[in-house]
């Protein structure tokens, strides 16, 4: 990709992502308000996070990052036919596989529920609405997976749009699966199960007329015997543990949750939501942009424009990331009694959420460098060192989840926040053992004018911060629903102009953040 290109595939990426979270978090919205915290909610989000998971794991982590660097370095040496033998023979192992796991996961899905969510065992009703809901929403897992081969493939030829808006359609169906459609069913969480299968289907069939366009929407094939497909597989399976290590972070929590106090998995994930917004704008945005780029660079042996890059993206990230860590962190009372005060979702539940999310906050640039650092290995087709760190990083979590939960427990504090606290100390293990071993081995570091760049975000920062304090004893906590949002919104706006402007008042420039 030229380098003209990355800055305006990164906003179109951007753009996209954001209409599809402002969209996720009207359903969030929808969600809560209709079915509440706890009960049947708790049920939902357990059976939806297991492929979620596993999308994550599998599709757009590991094997995305494992397929793009091998059809980037195919484009570059081989002709059009060997790429469209690749893209045959990788979609018809990848379908194989997940066709085969989605069967066994849909007849043991009792026994898998018990694994990811052990506290449900001793309530049966909710055991078994959970088992259900699984089955329903596990077939999701192949259509999104096949949905990320192909977004891969378009990504790898500059085509982010559609991959990008995708997940748009995932949240329309949830919306109208809520409003619409669970009054219909005689346990209306059921409809939600439906709605995610549904939209996997729909975000595949999306992404066809731009693989036809691209002349490599071809039949797949099985053959793991062919040199790509193996390559794939063998970067793939310690990738599996490697990129994912923030899901599987989060999936621990989800699992500890279960056994704490009704609520804490519809807690925890309305925070993780709020915290996934700027990491899903900016870090998936750019860690997405930069994966087929890093792959060029590193084909054509081109170490310059390699370096560039990351330190093009670290200063978009750490643009970003710090003033959104410290805006969730001070707003995370208002964030939630704006956005999900209403229906069943309770005073109490907000106030829970603002626990879990102030805790959580901290991590997201943590999350953000990961996807920053993370593909300058996986471009290098190294994957055992970011398998090494997610290995260390994944124990740090459980040991940090031991000591918060301690240390809350004996402050009387609820637990869950114990977890969310475990999982943000656990990103910055990931994240800073990643960029030790990239300074280590010379692929990047931190140059002399990173110094007045540091300098001048933890200035704007602290500006921010310093305004956003003093606004929020005026938020209309007692008003209605849309005052709230208004003064959220006048929050948000002031914030982000004070930490725009005083960041210009330190000398920096627009320019600065154009790659090379």
């Not at 906003?11 to 969600?31: C, F, H, K, Y």
């Not at 094997?63 to 979609?91: G, N």
């Not at 956005?339 to 640039?365: H, N, P, V, W, Y």
């Amino acid at each position: 990709m030229a380098k003209s290109r990355l800055f305006r595939s990164t906003m179109v990426v951007s753009s996209m992502t954001m209409l599809s979270r402002i969209l996720g978090l009207v359903r969030d919205i929808v969600l809560l308000g209709v079915f509440g915290a706890g009960g049947l909610m708790d049920a939902f989000l357990v059976a939806f996070k297991i492929p979620n998971f596993l999308r994550r794991l599998f599709a757009e982590g590991a094997f995305s990052q494992a397929f793009v660097p091998v059809l980037s370095e195919y484009k570059e040496k081989y002709s059009l036919r060997e790429v469209q033998i690749l893209v045959s023979r990788t979609s018809g192992a990848l379908m194989l596989i997940l066709s085969m796991l989605t069967v066994v996961v849909i007849l043991m899905a009792p026994w898998v529920v018990t694994l990811f969510a052990p506290g449900f065992a001793d309530q049966p009703d909710k055991f078994a609405i959970t088992a259900e809901l699984l089955r329903l929403t596990f077939p999701y897992l192949l259509f999104i997976s096949m949905t990320a081969f192909a977004s891969g493939i378009l990504q790898s030829y500059g085509r982010f749009a559609a991959p990008a808006f995708a997940p748009v359609l995932l949240n329309l169906c949830m919306i109208g699966g809520a409003l619409v459609f669970a009054p219909m069913f005689e346990t209306p969480i059921m409809a939600l199960g439906y709605a995610v299968a549904i939209a996997g289907l729909l975000q595949l069939l999306l992404q066809l007329p731009q693989l036809s366009q691209q002349k490599l929407l071809v039949m797949p094939k099985i053959d793991f015997q062919h040199e790509g497909v193996r390559r794939i597989l063998k970067l793939m399976l310690p990738a599996i543990f490697g990129v994912s290590v923030t899901q599987i972070n989060l999936l621990l929590n989800t699992i500890f949750a279960s056994l704490m106090i009704g609520g804490s998995v519809s807690w925890l994930y309305a925070a993780e939501r709020m915290s996934e917004l700027p990491l899903g704008l900016i870090g998936v945005a750019i860690g997405t942009v930069i994966l087929p780029s890093l792959s060029k660079s590193e084909a054509q042996k081109d170490d310059v424009s390699f370096k560039k890059t990351i330190d093009w993206a670290a200063r978009l990230i750490i643009l970003v990331g710090v003033p959104a860590s410290a805006a969730l962190f001070i707003l995370s009372d208002v964030l939630m009694q704006a956005l999900f005060l209403r229906g069943e979702f309770t005073l109490r539940d907000a106030q829970m959420s603002s626990l879990a999310l102030k805790s959580m906050a901290g991590g997201i640039l943590g999350f953000m460098l990961i996807k920053v650092f993370a593909p300058a290995f996986f471009a290098r087709q190294d994957i055992r060192t970011p398998v090494r760190i997610g290995i260390i990083s994944v124990f740090a979590n459980m040991i940090f989840s031991v000591i918060f939960i301690g240390i809350f427990y004996f402050l009387e504090i609820p637990l869950h926040g114990g977890l969310a606290l475990a999982t943000t100390g656990a990103s910055f293990v990931n994240a800073g053992l990643l960029y030790y071993f990239l300074h280590k081995r010379d692929i990047f570091r931190f140059g002399s004018h990173w110094k007045k760049l540091f300098a001048q975000f933890a200035t704007s920062t602290s500006a921010m911060i310093a305004v956003l304090y003093v606004m929020l004893p005026y938020f209309p906590t007692d008003k209605a629903q849309w005052q709230r949002l208004v003064a959220l919104l006048i929050m948000c706006v002031v914030g982000a102009l004070v930490y725009g402007g005083v960041l210009l008042s330190t000398g920096f420039r627009p320019r600065q953040l154009k790659h090379g």
